[in-house]
């Protein structure tokens, strides 16, 4: 069983940073697409970034230019980059992994981010 914790997460002001980390239990770490969604309040949970396996990387349009998606297979870790935040980014962020050799997908329990003055 595969096992994603993330950190990182916190309150900070319109036009902070912040960076996300997560770390995953995975012997095959270095084989997943990895991505970080997030669900506000009455909202579904959705998509900010992915990266594959080839480190190609994807973003939605709301956080094109301000975040930056990594990994790091060494480590088993990815990273989500949070410049110029916005209270709209204001959600609790969840780590995701996808196996694709067994296609299953993992979940992190998420982190509270909160954009505020």
């Known amino acids: 069983q595969v096992q994603l914790v993330e950190s990182g997460g916190g309150l900070v002001q319109p036009g902070g940073s912040l960076r996300l980390s997560c770390v995953a239990s995975?012997?095959?770490?270095?084989?997943?697409?990895m991505g970080w969604y997030r669900q506000a309040p009455g909202s579904e949970r959705k998509l900010v970034a992915f990266?594959?396996?080839?480190?190609?990387?994807h973003y939605v349009e709301p956080v094109k230019g301000r975040f930056t998606i990594s990994r790091d297979n060494a480590q088993n870790m990815v990273y989500l980059q949070m410049d110029s935040l916005k209270p709209e980014d204001t959600a609790v962020y969840y780590c995701?992994?996808?196996?694709?050799?067994?296609?299953?997908?993992?979940w992190g329990q998420g982190t509270q981010v909160t954009v505020s003055p």
């Open positions: 995701y992994a996808m196996d694709h050799q067994l296609n299953h997908e993992y």
């Open positions: 995975a012997n095959r770490f270095n084989e997943y697409s």
């Open positions: 990266i594959t396996s080839g480190e190609i990387t």
